[in-house]
């Protein structure tokens, strides 16, 4: 099951059960206080019911703050994964912003997008390598671009939460809300 259907079912449970305190809670206070009017049940099986319900409630809390939990898990653990791809990347970028300003350093030829993207990259690294181009020997050297590998992968990098949210989660579904006894009372009236 995924998370994002895990976290809707085990939602509409806590929901349920939810309403389903607040319910048997109004019952009871009603049953205590003498209200008149108020339909006439067991105390004891009020109680008793509302007990049952509010354990159940933890538990299912219990699990969905274990979806949340994992899911939180997931997500963190895409984000640290796109951060060090990030990184690599921009580590890659640097040797070869270096590579280029050796290859002109030393007087060699170098491609004219290597050398937009290493004046881009940082101007003043630039302009030394072209001072030391000038005071360099004549290299007849020529390099293709270190840039053409890279214009074929660039892609689109998935949402962290999407994927957590995506993620496969072996939790079975809740149980449905208890029918019981007191199943069959009336649903608390609407409060204004």
Avoid: C
């Avoid at 219990?62 to 994992?70: F, K, S, T």
């Avoid at 791809?85 to 590579?99: C, H």
């Avoid at 050297?141 to 998935?158: F, H, I, M, R």
């Amino acid at each position: 099951m995924k998370i994002r259907d895990a976290k809707q079912i085990y939602g509409a449970q806590l929901d349920a059960l939810q309403e389903r305190k607040r319910t048997l809670s109004k019952l009871l206070k009603e049953q205590e206080t003498g209200a008149p009017g108020a339909p006439a049940f067991d105390r004891v099986e009020l109680s008793k019911e509302l007990s049952q319900v509010n354990a159940q409630y933890e538990s299912t809390r219990g699990v969905m703050e274990g979806i949340l939990a994992r899911e939180q898990t997931i997500h963190n653990s895409e984000v640290a994964k796109q951060q060090n791809e990030a990184l690599a990347e921009a580590a890659e970028e640097t040797i070869k912003m270096m590579e280029v300003f050796r290859r002109i350093s030393s007087g060699a030829k170098v491609p004219p997008e290597d050398e937009r993207k290493l004046m881009e990259y940082n101007h003043e690294m630039y302009m030394a390598a072209k001072a030391a181009a000038i005071l360099a020997q004549r290299n007849d050297k020529e390099y293709d671009s270190l840039w053409e590998d890279e214009e074929e992968n660039a892609g689109e990098t998935p949402d962290a939460r999407e994927i957590a949210e995506n993620s496969e989660i072996s939790v079975s579904a809740p149980k449905a809300v208890a029918d019981s006894a007191t199943a069959d009372l009336p649903s608390a009236p609407a409060e204004p």
